[in-house]
């Protein structure tokens, strides 16, 4: 009960925990080339086994960045009403196109087959994947540092005429105040909540009433973020920030070793679950 | 002495419980406040104010230790928590940001009609907080909220709290970012919140002036813990609390250690520029 309000709490990403692990001090260009071919071969791969395998990797990974697999599975739990809507969708609706397998059952339109209990499956369990995959990234890598490795990446775009620097910097701006807002929400929660408002006390399929109920909040958070926006791009002018103006870099990165073994290892594991049969 | 209306004992509070930045913000903290009673409470940012606040309408659970109000057991899971915060009337930093209606009277009714109230009584009740802070209903309840000077909407959403009647009032920074004159209008209307409807106001502050003008006793807050407690004759009239503290002082108390510096015997626990003054007559009539 003490923590109802305590919603900065819930958010994983965009915040940062340092614990000064090998992961921690990775070059952000290579971790994030990793952090890629890892998604893709989550994307991509479809088979129990090679989807089980990456889950034990990616938990190792909590492991090996010292940070508390907790972390993880908060942010797993406001997901779990998309996985499940997910998972119920392609269990009746997908028999049809995953087709092939062994056959369970068939009523009209419905059809679960071996294939389509396995998409399922698999999909959950990408899910996770992902998630836990991002939160390392996030609570290793400084929203800094995360930003600086995706310029550098996305750096050859640059001669298609990709803003990525713009690009970088709306990344930059929107992961920065997601812990700020939260904060900001937590603040009108409570001030409304002293003038005798109530959040999510009536009943769930009374939508309009429990949509009315959160206008006190929406509104001055957007007022607020408005505002916020106003003074950042005061701040912003204030420096002499020039959009589409040359830029020289404060940070120069240097692989080392462990930033390609790093990314050898990624390959290694995309190309076992992906080799991976059953 | 009357009865107690906000009685807190032993409380504590950790930040993030249980993770890596877990912070501990309240230390076994206990103050009182009697019914018609003005408090101050000051300490440096982080000191744990602002989480005690939180506690007296029950935003916050006690982790350990006791919040009673007006005879309602805060840590008691079963409390009518809508009742608490009827009895107390929070107002947040920059309140004005919390303004959401469209006119200033539908905002300040918010409340009321939260509560369930007839439109007859929210009316009046509207009306009575809206005089109450100095604005007519007449000239002001249709106008647009947005338009409004600051000092304005910071009145509007204390009318806000005022019209759901609570029996104790407290403000965090109630003046932060005011301009002079709106300050002064303020923290007078404060003062009769206090004297003349008897309201119970507890209040957190970073300014002395306002300290010294208004409250009749202070507490005094360092890393989670109440520092120490006394009339703002006490406070400020003993220097080793104030160094040992790095607490401010109002002007006149200024002057007085300093002419007490130069050798002069003033007594500088008067805190108030009419005493000071007062003092600084006796010197020169000596």
Not at chain 1, 263 to 276: K, N
Not at chain 2, 64 to 77: E, F, T, Y
Request: charged share 20%; aromatic share 8%; with cysteine.
């Amino acid at each position: 009960m003490s923590a109802e309000f305590e919603l900065s709490r819930n958010i994983t990403i965009g915040q940062y925990l340092p614990t000064e692990s090998v992961v921690h001090r990775l070059d952000p260009r290579f971790k994030l080339a990793a952090f890629v071919i890892l998604i893709l071969a989550i994307a991509i791969c479809n088979t129990y086994v090679g989807n089980l395998f990456a889950l034990v990797i990616c938990i190792s990974m909590f492991a090996v960045a010292k940070i508390p697999l907790h972390y993880g599975i908060s942010g797993i739990k406001p997901a779990i009403p998309f996985i499940i809507i997910l998972a119920t969708l392609q269990l009746l609706f997908y028999g049809e196109i995953a087709n092939g397998g062994t056959v369970y059952v068939q009523y009209g339109f419905i059809t679960i087959s071996s294939e389509s209990i396995r998409l399922v499956l698999v999909s959950a369990m990408r899910f996770v994947e992902v998630i836990f995959l991002s939160s390392v990234l996030t609570l290793s890598t400084s929203t800094t540092e995360l930003t600086h490795g995706m310029e550098r990446l996305l750096g050859p775009l640059h001669k298609v005429k990709f803003p990525v620097h713009a690009f970088a910097l709306i990344i930059t701006i929107a992961i920065r105040f997601v812990p700020t807002f939260a904060m900001e929400m937590e603040k009108m929660m409570k001030a409304q909540a002293s003038r005798g408002a109530d959040f999510g006390t009536g009943e769930w399929w009374r939508i309009i009433r429990r949509t009315k109920d959160m206008l006190p909040i929406i509104i001055p958070l957007f007022n607020v973020a408005l505002a916020r926006a106003e003074d950042l791009i005061l701040a912003m002018e204030a420096r002499c920030y020039t959009p589409g103006a040359s830029r020289t870099q404060y940070t120069h990165y240097k692989a080392q070793g462990k930033d390609y073994v790093a990314l050898l290892t990624s390959i290694v594991i995309s190309v076992i679950m992906l080799v991976i049969p059953w | 002495m009357n009865r107690s209306i906000v009685e807190v004992s032993d409380l504590s509070h950790t930040y993030m419980q249980g993770t890596p930045l877990a912070h501990r913000a309240l230390n076994r903290v206990s103050m009182q406040a009697a019914k018609g009673e003005c408090i101050a409470i000051i300490g440096h940012t982080g000191s744990g104010k602002s989480t005690l606040i939180q506690h007296l309408n029950g935003l916050f659970r006690p982790q350990a230790g006791k919040v009673i109000v007006n005879g309602l057991d805060v840590s008691d899971p079963k409390v009518d928590i809508k009742l608490l915060r009827r009895q107390v009337g929070l107002v947040f930093q920059n309140p004005e940001d919390q303004l959401f209606e469209k006119l200033v009277g539908d905002d300040i009714a918010y409340g009321p009609f939260k509560m369930g109230l007839p439109l007859a009584e929210v009316k009046e009740r509207v009306e009575w907080a809206m005089e109450l802070v100095g604005l007519s209903f007449e000239e002001m309840k249709d106008r647009p909220t947005f338009a409004l000077s600051g000092g304005q909407k910071r009145k509007i959403a204390l009318a806000g709290m005022l019209a759901l009647r609570p029996k104790v009032l407290v403000l965090d920074e109630p003046t932060a970012g005011l301009d002079p004159r709106s300050r002064q209008e303020l923290l007078q209307r404060i003062r009769r919140l206090n004297q003349e409807e008897r309201l119970t106001v507890i209040f957190v502050s970073h300014n002395m002036e306002e300290v010294a003008q208004l409250a009749e006793r202070v507490y005094v807050m360092a890393l989670g813990q109440i520092a120490c407690e006394g009339t703002p004759r006490q406070i400020f009239g003993n220097q080793e609390i104030l160094r040992e503290h790095h607490i401010g002082t109002p002007e006149a108390v200024d002057i007085l250690y300093k002419l007490r510096e130069q050798g002069y015997g003033v007594d500088p626990g008067a805190f108030l520029p009419e005493e000071a003054a007062a003092e600084i007559l006796k010197l020169i009539n000596r």
